[in-house]
């Protein structure tokens, strides 16, 4: 009840319009122990609606499922064998009725640097731009492969606290990231043809190269076609521009740093490679129809 007052009161004390930033009704995804967490649900149900913007990135394995999920403004159909990846900052919402079966994974950045730095591009394909990879229908294969290590995991996640244990889950973490990584792959090339192979090429080449890089121009010019060409595939290929995509990967990184960073929003606007921190709060509000600062006042007010 406290929370929903205050972010209430944050949203009117900034006069902006409710449903454009969701706060009122959205829970703060709470703190997790070492910031990794998994968890086994039969038949989780979801009696009412339950949204919370994440703290932590997501996976969630479905073995079998109904119902509907809403994953900031895109809705999914929850079936059975396929994933979700959803990243830290993001909004995830259960619709009322909504039930599944299967493993719920979390993860914060912290933990993951105890991986192996040979999956790190991996992560950063499946979760940069997280919305490019949402939910990855699963073939039975992959589902019993990926259902058998997030058992393990699930397994080493439950034993007794021993020196090496937390080495140990970010292992798991690690080979399971290569496998959904591999899926991934596996899916826009069986689906498809050169065009879609340049797309995941694109996308790879933004969850690279997107601080340094925020024109299709640079894009195209890396894949070798015209930023026409690049442009209409993109379209093709994801429903969305490719300018599009680009400034998405920015929006969701500026957002994640004004979230769960204290770092200054100049430092962030140089990070990001905006000329001035004029250009980059230009840039956020115009995205987000609120300013960065006041976007992390937001979250200030809620006590992170």
Not at 50 to 70: C, P, Q
Not at 160 to 170: P, Q, S, V
Not at 273 to 297: E, G, L
Request: aromatic content about 10%; overall charge positive.
């Amino acid at each position: 009840m406290i929370l929903t007052i205050l972010a209430t009161f944050s949203v009117r004390l900034l006069k902006l319009p409710l449903p454009e930033i969701m706060l009122s009704s959205t829970l703060i995804e709470k703190e997790i122990k070492d910031s990794f967490s998994i968890h086994f649900f039969a038949d989780r149900q979801y009696e009412h609606p339950s949204a919370s913007r994440l703290a932590y990135n997501r996976i969630i394995l479905v073995s079998t499922g109904l119902g509907t999920l809403k994953i900031d403004d895109h809705t999914f159909k929850i079936s059975s064998s396929e994933l979700f990846l959803i990243s830290k900052g993001q909004v995830v919402n259960f619709k009322k009725g909504s039930k599944f079966t299967g493993y719920e994974l979390s993860f914060g950045d912290c933990f993951w640097e105890k991986a192996p730095s040979s999956a790190n591009n991996c992560k950063a394909v499946l979760f940069n731009n997280a919305s490019a990879n949402q939910m990855l229908p699963l073939i039975k294969e992959d589902h019993e492969e990926l259902s058998s290590l997030f058992k393990s995991l699930w397994n080493e996640f439950a034993r007794e606290e021993y020196i090496n244990k937390l080495d140990a889950m970010a292992a798991y973490l690690k080979i399971i990231m290569i496998k959904i990584a591999n899926v991934n792959a596996s899916l826009a090339s069986g689906i498809d043809n050169y065009e879609n192979q340049l797309y995941r090429q694109f996308i790879e080449l933004i969850s690279a190269h997107y601080q340094s890089s925020h024109e299709v121009a640079e894009y195209s010019k890396l894949l070798g076609i015209s930023a026409r060409k690049l442009a209409d595939l993109s379209k093709r290929c994801s429903g969305r521009g490719a300018k599009e995509l680009i400034n998405g990967q920015l929006i969701a990184e500026a957002k994640r740093s004004l979230q769960f960073s204290s770092m200054p929003i100049k430092e962030i606007a140089l990070q990001l490679n905006f000329a001035t921190p004029d250009q980059f709060s230009h840039f956020f509000k115009k995205n987000v129809q609120v300013s960065p600062k006041d976007y992390r006042m937001l979250f200030t007010n809620l006590g992170r």
